[in-house]
C-alpha cells in the first residue's frame, strides 16, 4: 500500500513569511497527525485529527500555525508568519483505528523548512 | 507530564558487535512503548511495541526488546549489528487509556556501525 506523502520535501523562506506543508494519509486512515522534529530532538506532536475533527492540539502555537483537513483525507499545515526558531522537520503521521494509544502511526518523509 | 530520556546520544560500533541502547520514561501508570528508527534518508519505521502480556518483544530485522516496569525502562537489543543499521533511533511512549494517541519521544540515539 502506499504510504503517506507529504510535499514539499524542502523549503526555504524568510521570517515573517507564510508557509503552507501538505500531507495525504494512507488511504483508509482515520487519524492523522502533526509533528514537529528540531534537530536534535525527538518529534513534538502539534496536532491530532480524528476525520476532520481536532483530537488534541494543545501544543501548536495557535498565534502562527493553523492546521486543517477537509472531508477527513488531507491536511495542511500553515505557519504566518514564520520565525527562525520554526525551522524544523514536519512529519505527518497517520493510524487506521480511532487514534487510541494502542494504534501504529506511520509517518511519512518529512518536510524540511528552514527560515533564515 | 510523560518524558523520555535516551541516555546515549551517539554510540559508535564495529560490524558484528552487540547493541544495546537505553529508553526510560517518566510516567507511572500503564504505558505504551514503542521503538522507531530512521535510516539516512528515509522515514521514521516502527521497529517494535509493546503494549501487554510478555515483556519481551520481537520486531523487524532481528530487534528486541524487554519491558521492565520496576526500572520504568524499554531497552533495545541486537545480539549482532551490521553496517546497514546506521540510522537514528527513538524510543516513544502512548498513555494507555488516554483520549489521544501522542507519541512522546525522546531526543534519540543516532548509531554508527563501522565495517
Known amino acids: 500500500e502506499a504510504g503517506v506523502a507529504q510535499s514539499p520535501r524542502y523549503k526555504i523562506i524568510e521570517k515573517r513569511q507564510s508557509v503552507a506543508f501538505w500531507c495525504n494519509p494512507i488511504?483508509?486512515?482515520?487519524?492523522l497527525y502533526w509533528y514537529q522534529q528540531i534537530l536534535g530532538q525527538g518529534p513534538k506532536l502539534l496536532i491530532q485529527?480524528?476525520?476532520?475533527?481536532?483530537?488534541?492540539d494543545s501544543q501548536l502555537p495557535k498565534d502562527r500555525f493553523s492546521a486543517e483537513r477537509l472531508k477527513g483525507v488531507d491536511s495542511t499545515l500553515k505557519i504566518q508568519p514564520a520565525k527562525l526558531e520554526d525551522s524544523a522537520v514536519y512529519l505527518c503521521?497517520?493510524?487506521?483505528?480511532?487514534?487510541?494509544?494502542?494504534?501504529?502511526?506511520?509517518f511519512g518523509p518529512g518536510t524540511r523548512l528552514t527560515v533564515l | 507530564a510523560q518524558s523520555v530520556s535516551q541516555h546515549n546520544h551517539h554510540v559508535i560500533l564495529s560490524e558484528a558487535a552487540s547493541l544495546e541502547l537505553g529508553c526510560n520514561y517518566s510516567y507511572g501508570g500503564t504505558v505504551n512503548l514503542f521503538w522507531y528508527v530512521q535510516y539516512p534518508g528515509q522515514h521514521l519505521q516502527l521497529l517494535l511495541k509493546?503494549?501487554?502480556?510478555?515483556?519481551l518483544v520481537k520486531g523487524i530485522k532481528g530487534f528486541e526488546a524487554e519491558f521492565i516496569k520496576s526500572k520504568f525502562s524499554f531497552n533495545l537489543r541486537k545480539p549482532s549489528v551490521q553496517w546497514s543499521g546506521t540510522a537514528e533511533y527513538f524510543c516513544?511512549?502512548?498513555?494507555?487509556?488516554?483520549?489521544?494517541?501522542?507519541?512522546?519521544f525522546g531526543t534519540g540515539t543516532l548509531l554508527a556501525v563501522q565495517p
Open positions: 509493546y503494549f501487554s502480556g510478555d515483556p
Open positions: 485529527f480524528q476525520n476532520n475533527g481536532v483530537v488534541d
Open positions: 488511504s483508509g486512515h482515520a487519524t
Open positions: 503521521a497517520s493510524s487506521s483505528l480511532a487514534g487510541g494509544p494502542t494504534d501504529t502511526q506511520y
Open positions: 516513544a511512549v502512548t498513555n494507555y487509556g488516554g483520549a489521544t494517541n501522542k507519541l512522546i
